[in-house]
């Protein structure tokens, strides 16, 4: 670590600009990198993954929708034509606030201007079975994982002679009632549902379970009381067992254990009940809120750290209509990076920053084929109308006309076929000990 201190990163190009540092290149910190692209300074974006991750379709990989590389898009080529922008795969290891560093795996990198934006990870509220043996959703790597998995069951499950033996590689059950959740269940149910029987005419899939659970009283609890409970029909309508208000106590990689001590057999535990910030050394605790977020002021500011900034998942602001903070999706990250892309010349000026101000554009989620919710500032509807909505704001958010295109010609197939082509079963290749830190995605 001593001579990461010492060694500053290598061929970074001298600017007589202030250096913008992004730490991640998610929602917020590729938002900023783009909006600062061509102003005067110089920005250096840093990621441990070469490419940018779009986080609400996840679960289609998971379920052999899509390909992981029709939601990745490679930064490199993002920045092609940019002379401000640099990009550099690494890992940040620490912050050191008062020589305005940042020491990462290939060396120190000094900074004007440091903006976090490394956003949360899966949290398993302290239970060390569920996270050795649950699934998490959380990068494109588990989400091909969570495919593999999947077919894999059903490729033992084919060759195990009593139905009763097959039940707990046959079973999926997934935890968290929010977007994720919803989204996940339902698309695996369509799955049993419409093309597992075609590809296992020999199992019997009246006896697999989806099981989606949920601790609170209801799913997808920010949205209208109409988006929730439509959502919970949809969902029994394609087979799913709801369980509100029932708690996961223990998993042991064979059976689940909820509250109540009743038992689900599942080898199969997908996890998206929730998500905590990810955390960076060498910054004071007293900016940590007790969730692991850091307090920002209206300009997302650190609070004491002058020129050091939070976005999105990580970042809490405090105002009167969120006493709790914003809450940590997409359109926040932004909002706020938008925001900052505006200030930070004002900044460098000495000009007054202009306050954020979260502005509530709505919120969806699709249960599955010409199934969705959708409630907007505006107006909320189900169904249908609400399902192209749904298409058609995700087919907008994608960076890439190519991966436009390959969304959208993946989703006519699905649509008209019924039959996703991507059951594929892609084990990875044993890597060397010595190849591991560079090949392997490390937790």
Known sequence: MQALQDSPLPNIPVSQNPKVVIIGAGFAGLKLARSLNKKKFQVILLDKNNYHQFQPLFYQVATAGLEPSAISFPLRKIFHHSKNVIFRMAEVHEVDSEKKRVITNLGFLEYDYLVLAMGADSNFFGNKSIEAYSSPMKTVSEALYIRNKIISNYERAINIEKPENRRSLMNVVIVGGGPTGVELAGAVAELRNN?????YPELSFKNMKVVLIEAGENLLGPMSPEARQKAKDYLEKLGVEVRLKTLVKDYDGKSVRLGNDETIETETLLWAAGIKPNKIKGLHEEIYAKNGRIYVNEYSEITGIKGVFALGDISLLQEEEYPSGHPQVAQVALQQAAQLAKNLPKIERGEKPSPFHYRDLGSMATVGRKL????????????????LTWLFVHLMAILGVKNRLFIFLDWSWNYLSFDPSLRLLIKPKYVRESERAELIEQK
């Open 372 to 387: 969705a919710v959708v409630d907007l500032p505006f107006v909320k509807f189900q169904g249908l109308l609400a399902w």
């Open 195 to 199: 093309v597992l029987p075609i590809d």
